[in-house]
């Protein structure tokens, strides 16, 4: 079975451009991560979803990130317009729903976002 | 505020030996601890779960322990490889049963 798929998986863009992520997350998990991660660090999550509901959007920087998850399914993170402070590597993951045993997180590669 | 702390200075040590990692954590007690190892370039891959009920979990060459008390998680490898060469990052469910916030991780590195 596919594991959690990202594209792109780099991009470099101008700052003040928008950009776009697209996560696939493993078939049947109903919680979707995205975190960010910049080098020497750990991830820092921006939003979580459980279905098609933002549970935790708390670390998400509102003025110019955004996030979908249309049915519940795949997901895309949009920056719009960027800076040179976004760039890092963005992380998709996924995982079953609380309340099951099994409760980790599975990621995808990321897309390594540089903002010139 | 709740913090997660781990080792930022990188851990080398030679072939065979075993590497001690830990993850301390304050102003929170969580249900479980999670484990996960990172290589460069690559996404998180989960390793190990321990729960606050749990002192103590194995995996092959992985041990981990759980002191809720201390608010501490040690991880170990035994017999270790240069393969096993990689960051090593805890994360714990802050806020939410899946709310998973990562710690900055801890470099390994296994010299032949």
């Known amino acids: 079975e596919a594991g959690v798929v990202q594209s792109p998986r780099y991009k470099i863009i101008e700052k003040k451009q928008p950009v776009a992520f697209w996560c696939n997350p493993i078939?049947?998990?109903?919680?979707l991560y995205w975190y960010r991660q910049n080098l020497g660090q750990g991830p820092e999550l921006l939003i979580r979803?459980?279905?098609?509901?933002?549970?935790?959007d708390s670390q998400l920087p509102k003025d110019r990130f955004s996030a979908e998850r249309l049915k519940g399914v795949d997901s895309t993170l949009k920056i719009q317009p960027a800076e040179l402070g976004d760039s890092a590597v963005y992380l998709c993951?996924?995982?079953?729903?609380?309340?099951?045993?099994?409760?980790?997180?599975?990621f995808g590669q990321g897309t390594r976002l540089t903002v010139v | 505020s709740q913090k997660i702390e781990q080792n930022s200075e990188a851990l080398n040590i030679q072939e065979g030996k075993t590497a001690t990692l830990t993850c301390n954590y304050t102003?929170?007690?969580?249900?479980?601890l999670q484990w996960y190892r990172q290589d460069p370039g690559r996404g998180p891959v989960f390793l190990l779960l321990?729960?606050?009920?749990?002192k103590e979990k194995r995996k092959e060459r992985l041990k981990v322990t759980f002191d809720t008390t201390l608010k501490q998680s040690l991880f170990h490898i035994t017999a270790s490889q240069p393969a096993d060469s990689a960051t090593y990052l805890c994360?714990?469910?802050?806020?939410?049963?899946?709310?998973?916030?990562f710690g900055a991780g801890t470099r390994l590195a296994v010299h032949p």
């Open positions: 993951a996924s995982s079953l729903a609380p309340g099951t045993t099994y409760t980790e997180a599975f």
């Open positions: 078939s049947g998990h109903n919680t």
């Open positions: 979803y459980e279905n098609e509901e933002a549970v935790d």
């Open positions: 102003n929170y007690s969580p249900a479980y």
């Open positions: 321990i729960r606050e009920n749990e």
């Open positions: 994360a714990l469910p802050l806020g939410g049963y899946n709310k998973l916030i």
